[in-house]
C-alpha cells in the first residue's frame, strides 16, 4: 500500500456514560421506544453459535447502513483506497469476482469510518435492537476478528482445522470447522477470520484459498506498513485502529492483485510455458513419414486424426520407447500433415530442442525448418475442444490411478536435480545446502505436498513424503 492513510473529518462525539436506564425508562439512544424493547434487548444472554439465518440478517443490516448518504465519503475514501487506479476495464471485471466480495467484508468490518467505528460496530450500537441475538453474536464476533492470513497445519477432518498465523507466528490455533475440514488439506493458506464463540473457534466469513508461494508477498506487504504505522503513529489507541484497517487493507489489496494477475506458466523444469510450436515445411512427404516411423522416441497414435488434414501424430518421448516399460516424460506432440510437419510444445526451450532434434532425425531433403511460433494459450484450449473426439477405450481407474502415481513420483525425482528459476537456477539437492534459498524451497515442497494430498482425495495421488527425505527437510509425521 503506497500512502498511510489519516483523515481528519471530524468525528461524533462520544457521549459522557450514564447510568444504565430501566427497563421501562426511554432508550438513550433516541428511539422514543421503552429500554426493554431497544437497546436492552441487545444485552439478553445468547446460547449456541449463529446460524446461516443470522449471518444473512447481520450483511444484510450493514449492507442498509452502507448505503446511508452520511457514509457516502467514507465508501469512497475505502473504494480509492483499495482498488487504486485500476482501469475501468480490470475494475469492472474485478467486481465481478470474488474481490469484490473481499473488498465489502473489509469495509464492513475492519474499515474505520468518520464515527471512529467500523460498520459493524456502528450497528451494534445505533442497530443492535433491530436484529436478533444471534445476529447481534455474529456482529460482535466478527467485528473482533481481523482479516489474517492462515496456514493449515494439520486437519481432523469432519472435525478441526489446526492453523498458523503466518504473519504474526504464534502458536498453532485450534478451529471448529467440519465442512471446511473436508476439503482443506496440511499446507493450504487461506485468507479469513477466526471468530471466537465462548471456548470455540471458527473460521467466519469469507474465506479464500490461495497458493503456498502467495504467503510470502502477502505477509512481506502487511509488515511492511505496519512497520511505518508503528514508526508514525505515537497515540495507541489510533495506531492500533490503522494497524488493523490498514494491515487487513493491504491483505485484501495483494490478493486482488492475485485476481488481477496473470497465473506463472511453468514447466517443471523450469522453463516458461509457452505453447510454442517448432514448425518445419514437408518437401518430400514419403521421406518424412518413413524417417518419424524410424524415429526409436516417437510412438505414432491410434485412432484417427485429430483434425482436418492431419496424416499422423506421434508422441515425442524424453528417451527411446524401447529401453524399459517404465515411466516416461513426454516432451510433445508431433504432427505429419501434407505440407507441413509441426511439433507442438510447452516450452520455448523444448521448442528450440525439437527444431534441432528433428532437423537431424529427418534427412534435409525432406523437411526445411520453418518458424517458431507461439500459441495463445485461450486459443488453443478452444481449438482442443472444437476437435472431433473419438471414442476412449475404458480403462480400469485402478490403473489409471496407478499409472498417475507412478508418472508424478517419477517426475518429482527428475525435479530433485533439475535447475529451478525459483531457486536462482539452482537444483533443489543444490538449495538445500544454500541458507538464503532453504526457505524458497521449503515453499515449493509444500506446494507439491498440497498438490499431493488433494489428489489423494480424488484417489489420483502420490506419495511426496520422499521429497524431504531426498533433501533434508524436517518430517511432518
Known amino acids: 500500500m503506497g500512502t498511510v492513510y489519516r483523515r481528519q473529518a471530524q468525528r461524533d462525539s462520544i457521549p459522557t456514560p450514564m447510568p444504565s436506564p430501566g427497563r421501562n425508562d426511554p432508550c438513550p439512544c433516541g428511539s422514543r421506544r421503552k429500554f426493554k424493547h431497544c437497546c436492552g434487548n441487545a444485552a439478553q444472554p445468547v446460547t449456541g453459535l449463529p446460524t446461516p439465518a443470522d449471518r444473512t440478517a447481520g450483511y444484510a443490516l450493514l449492507d442498509r447502513l452502507a448505503a446511508l448518504p452520511r457514509f457516502a465519503e467514507d465508501i469512497r475514501l475505502a473504494f480509492s483506497m483499495v482498488w487504486r487506479d485500476l482501469p475501468d476495464a480490470d475494475l469492472g471485471r474485478l467486481m465481478e469476482t470474488q474481490a469484490r466480495d473481499l473488498f465489502l467484508e473489509w469495509l464492513w468490518f475492519d474499515y474505520q469510518f468518520h464515527t471512529g467505528q467500523t460498520l459493524a460496530e456502528y450497528a451494534l450500537t445505533r442497530h443492535a435492537a433491530d436484529v436478533g441475538p444471534g445476529t447481534r453474536q455474529f456482529l460482535q464476533a466478527t467485528a473482533a476478528a481481523p482479516f489474517r492470513l492462515l496456514q493449515v497445519v494439520k486437519v481432523e477432518p469432519g472435525a478441526r482445522v489446526h492453523v498458523r498465523d503466518v504473519i504474526d507466528k504464534g502458536a498453532t490455533i485450534v478451529v471448529l470447522e467440519r465442512r471446511g475440514s473436508e476439503q482443506l488439506v496440511r499446507h493450504d493458506v487461506l485468507v479469513t477470520r477466526i471468530a471466537a464463540y465462548g471456548d470455540e473457534q471458527q473460521f467466519e466469513g469469507l474465506m479464500l484459498l490461495l497458493g503456498v508461494a502467495d504467503k510470502t508477498g502477502i505477509a512481506a506487504a502487511v509488515r511492511r506498513i505496519r512497520r511505518r504505522i508503528t514508526h508514525e503513529l505515537s497515540d495507541d489507541a489510533e495506531r492500533d485502529a490503522m494497524l488493523r484497517m490498514a494491515g487487513c487493507a493491504t491483505i485484501v489489496m495483494e490478493v486482488i492483485d492475485l485476481f488481477n494477475r496473470p497465473q506463472p506458466k511453468v514447466t517443471v523444469g523450469g522453463s516458461e510455458m509457452a505453447l510454442a510450436d517448432a514448425l518445419f515445411t514437408v518437401v518430400n512427404l514419403d521421406d518424412t513419414r518413413a524417417a518419424l516411423d524410424r524415429a526409436a522416441d516417437l510412438e505414432q497414435v491410434e485412432g484417427g486424426s485429430e483434425s482436418p488434414g492431419e496424416l499422423a501424430r506421434y508422441t515425442w518421448l524424453e528417451r527411446p520407447r524401447l529401453e524399459d516399460d517404465g515411466p516416461i516424460r513426454v516432451l510433445g506432440s508431433v504432427v505429419l500433415e501434407r ?48 476437435r472431433p473426439r473419438t471414442a476412449e477405450p475404458e480403462i480400469p481407474p485402478e490403473l489409471v490411478a496407478q499409472i498417475q502415481r507412478d508418472f508424478y513420483e517419477k517426475h518429482y525425482r527428475e525435479w530433485l536435480d533439475i535447475p529451478v528459476p525459483a531457486l536462482g537456477h539452482r537444483t533443489p539437492r543444490e538449495a538445500a545446502g544454500v541458507k538464503k534459498l532453504r526457505a524458497r524451497l521449503v515453499i515449493l515442497v509444500e506446494g507439491i505436498e498440497v498438490q499431493a494430498a488433494r489428489q489423494a482425495k480424488e484417489r489420483e495421488g502420490f506419495d511426496a513424503r520422499f521429497l524431504r527425505r531426498e533433501l533434508g527437510l524436517p518430517s511432518l509425521d
Open 339 to 386: 505440407a507441413t510437419l509441426r511439433v507442438e510444445t510447452m516450452s520455448m526451450t523444448r521448442a528450440r530442442l525439437a527444431q534441432s532434434h528433428f532437423s537431424a532425425v529427418i534427412p534435409r531433403t525432406a523437411v526445411r525448418f520453418k518458424a517458431i511460433q507461439v500459441r495463445n494459450m485461450q486459443a488453443a484450449l478452444a481449438e482442443s475442444r472444437a
